[in-house]
């Protein structure tokens, strides 16, 4: 289809575009007697955006993005969206986006405007360049709906805003395990066995701290040493009936299956055999917990929460793996306070149960394995993702690089050719 044509008959100008051919023969809309090269084009703009929107005139809102923002929440996010990220959301609008423009129009914000705040907003705070670009994500998005979506805007400003060069040191690096403090965590925490095998899986099979704490019993062949990854694990605001939920991965991706060697199958055994022996210290006393399918707050996602059976009544049971001794599910904070001691006792700062997937990462990629299989088995479409923000190189693996790349070009010509003298 052809771009807007403005031509000049006689004493005035006329505007003409090409429309959807009709039994194939090209077809027009055209309109003439303005007297100004400028009349034509903006009565030719207007006619062209009403046609290209299947005839209905656009009007410009007057609509301020602060409201617009809430209607986007409400309409879109809570709709199509997880709870974390709309929390994240909510954050990130509240505190960083309606504060700068939320005053404004939406038709007015320019991407002139946009880049402007995004320079400012990367120059007031100190955060790592991931936050920066959620950030961004949410303006982006935010204008491709008002845009492409709700019909609100012309055109979206957003397509060509991006984040400037971020210059500051990124504070937030993920920590790579040594094998010397894997041993004092293990040997620290030995009488602990719940965080301990919940840590070895992440250590053996890089799984996300919300999958590792997913996991049911049915979720791991021990006969064929595989565990399926089919969950993740989220916690709401507490109410009467808890507040963990057991949603779907992070990506579609996420859902896979990752093979086990022999320590943490043999790991998993024994804990798994002391889990049945405490089901029958504990009888009636220990808990457990069942499935229920709640409309969220906004009445249109389902979520599955994790639910404690009430006495005398019967449930179909969720085998959750990690759970305290008399059964009791606390989730991911299973790991507060062992953490806690590993920071301030154990001396290993800055580092967390996630940290254990970038090191698990990097430890078999250096060994040898091929960055789509370590792409695979952390649940990652593209490569990049792995690439950029799990792999890290160590001093070790850079000496093994140079050592090994000496032994396979060690050619006795060299050892002849360098024994320089005089």
Partial sequence: MANLRITKRGNVYQYQFEIARVKGKRKYINKSGFKSKNEAIEAGNIAYTEYFNAGKPFKESKLSYSDYLD????????????????EAYKVIIEKYIKPKLGKYKISSI??????????????????????????????????RDACNLYGIIKYNP?????????????DNIKHLYTEEEISII?????????????????????MRTGEVFALTWEDIDLDNNIIYVNHNVYDKPKDK????????????????KIYIGNILKEALT?????????KKLYGKDYKYYHLENVKNEYGKL????????????????????????????????LIRY?????????????????????????KILNNGTEIRDVADILGHKKVETTENYYIRSTDNSKKNAVNLYDKNINLEVINEVINFKL
């Avoid at 957003?158 to 990124?170: N, S, V, Y």
């Avoid at 963990?244 to 859902?255: C, D, F, M, V």
């Avoid at 404690?308 to 179909?316: A, I, M, T």
């Fill in 110 to 143: 320019t991407n002139v405007a946009l880049n402007n705040y995004i320079s400012k907003i990367v120059n007031e705070y100190d955060f790592s360049r991931e936050y920066f670009k959620n950030i961004l994500k949410v303006v982006k998005g935010s204008f």
């Fill in 158 to 170: 957003a397509l060509t805003i991006r984040l400037p060069k971020i210059e500051k040191i990124d």
């Fill in 186 to 206: 293990l040997k620290r925490f030995r009488t602990n066995p719940t965080f301990i095998c919940a840590f070895l899986v992440s250590l053996f099979t890089g």
């Fill in 302 to 333: 389902v979520e599955t929460r994790i639910v404690l059976n009430k006495n005398g009544l019967k449930y179909q049971n969720i085998n959750l793996v990690f759970t305290q001794n008399n059964g009791n599910y606390v989730g991911t904070d």
């Fill in 241 to 256: 009936l808890g507040r963990w939920y057991l949603g779907t991965t992070k990506t579609t991706n996420g859902k896979r």
């Fill in 338 to 362: 062992p953490f806690r001691i590993i920071h301030t006792q154990l001396g290993i700062n800055k580092c967390r149960f996630y940290d254990l997937r970038g090191s698990y990462a990097t």
């Fill in 71 to 86: 209607y986007w929440l409400n309409n879109y996010c809570k709709s199509n969206l997880k709870y974390n990220t709309i």
């Fill in 270 to 278: 024994n804990y798994k055999n002391m889990q049945d022996k405490l």
